[in-house]
């Protein structure tokens, strides 16, 4: 990530920057001098392949993005972590259509447990709590960027795709132009990132 920020504020072409990387590997002893010429051969050759480095406004938004991902995870993590609980005390849940909205809490809060199990229960909704704000707080800034960006609001318009999803959408792919071909875009992985 060093690099990328040195490429930040550096104005240089890409071959530079490439030049850089080589001289960083190779006096960092990553790969011995006889393999610095292997790699300035398949440099001048055009066998390396180009990593896309996005711009910094791009680079935040998926930082964004990928962090209120990181927190649902762990969101539902610790829900699961209550289910198993529950689960292994052998305690009913009551037919509710969320067992963690208003009146699902409510029941968590009164359930019966030893004392041990209890402070985990216990421990684990105070989790949920502070996840759920801090979430909430990230899904505002996302839905603010939103509201700004005209891509994400063509996005919008399509049925099914909201805030979240469009700006997942553009941090990820950023500009449709980099793909020389339709071919190129379908065939993309979204987890080669």
């Given at each position: 990530m060093?690099?990328?920020?040195?490429?930040?504020?550096?104005?240089?072409?890409?071959?530079?920057?490439t030049?850089?990387?080589?001289?960083?590997v190779?006096?960092?002893?990553?790969?011995?001098?006889?393999?610095?010429g292997?790699?300035a051969?398949?440099?001048?050759?055009?066998?390396?392949?180009?990593?896309?480095?996005?711009?910094?406004?791009?680079?935040d938004?998926?930082?964004i993005?990928?962090?209120?991902?990181?927190?649902?995870?762990?969101?539902?993590?610790?829900?699961?972590?209550?289910?198993?609980l529950?689960?292994?005390?052998?305690?009913?849940?009551?037919?509710?259509?969320?067992?963690?909205g208003?009146?699902?809490?409510?029941?968590?809060?009164?359930?019966?447990?030893?004392?041990?199990?209890?402070?985990?229960l216990?421990?684990?909704?105070?989790?949920?709590?502070?996840?759920?704000?801090?979430?909430?707080g990230?899904?505002?800034?996302?839905?603010?960027?939103?509201?700004?960006?005209?891509?994400?609001?063509?996005?919008?318009?399509?049925?099914g795709?909201?805030?979240?999803?469009?700006?997942?959408?553009?941090?990820?792919?950023?500009?449709?132009?980099?793909?020389?071909?339709?071919?190129?875009?379908?065939?993309?992985d979204?987890?080669?990132?």
């Amino acid at each position: 990530m060093l690099l990328l920020e040195y490429y930040r504020w550096m104005p240089c072409q890409l071959f530079e920057f490439t030049v850089l990387v080589i001289d960083i590997v190779v006096s960092a002893g990553i790969c011995e001098d006889g393999q610095s010429g292997l790699l300035a051969q398949l440099l001048r050759m055009d066998y390396l392949p180009e990593s896309y480095v996005p711009e910094g406004e791009i680079r935040d938004l998926r930082t964004i993005v990928r962090h209120r991902a990181s927190l649902v995870r762990l969101r539902t993590s610790i829900k699961n972590r209550v289910h198993a609980l529950l689960t292994r005390e052998g305690i009913q849940l009551p037919k509710l259509s969320d067992i963690f909205g208003k009146r699902g809490m409510e029941f968590l809060k009164g359930v019966k447990l030893q004392q041990q199990r209890r402070t985990v229960l216990d421990d684990y909704l105070r989790v949920l709590e502070v996840l759920n704000c801090v979430i909430k707080g990230v899904e505002e800034t996302l839905e603010e960027k939103a509201g700004v960006k005209e891509e994400a609001k063509w996005l919008m318009s399509v049925p099914g795709i909201g805030f979240h999803n469009a700006l997942l959408i553009l941090s990820e792919l950023e500009e449709i132009g980099r793909f020389k071909r339709p071919e190129s875009f379908v065939c993309w992985d979204w987890h080669q990132r």
